[in-house]
């Protein structure tokens, strides 16, 4: 069902908004509120295995920041649901916190490290050191795209971005900052 809606977000586009905003409605109603694994503000994913067929909730940064960079691109073609849509999108901005670098710096990782908790539904990997990612360029991207915060930060990163580009050739992760 959520997938379903976020396709259609997609694919539909402004016209089913300009005529009804059921659609936004529906979208609040996914965002986690009071969640033991999910943060509030949130967006749930899925996390699948091929194999078994099995599905899992997954905990992750990544869509709940593209949801919201897809509401907020869609803004400029809706004309009654604005006001909602700043709503969500502020909401889900509030749980990047708990994404941001474990040491303080500007970029965000794909699961939480506030607490540390990569691979929540996947048993084998769970709550492991070792299992730990390192920060994503997708995930900060998409994050900053969503707050818009400082040119000077908005600076750093694609300092960052350009510089893990020619060290990982665009893998997306940003290796740990040796010191």
Known sequence: MKFCCFCLIILVGGAVFSQNSALINDIRKLQVSGDTLCFDGSFESEISWRRSK?????NNMFFTALTSYTLLSLKPF???????IDSLVE??????????????????NF????????FPNVPVLANRKSARLPDDLDCSSFAYMVMNPSEEKKK?????MEAQSVNYGFYGMIA???K
């Open 91 to 108: 909401e889900a901005a509030s749980s990047f916190q708990y994404y941001q670098n474990r040491n303080g710096g500007d970029t965000y």
């Open 176 to 178: 740990p900052i040796q």
């Open 54 to 58: 099995k599905t899992a909730v997954d």
């Open 78 to 84: 809706l004309t009654t649901t604005t006001i909602v």
């Open 156 to 160: 750093a990163l694609k300092v960052k």
């Open 111 to 118: 699961y939480p490290v506030r607490p540390e908790n990569p």
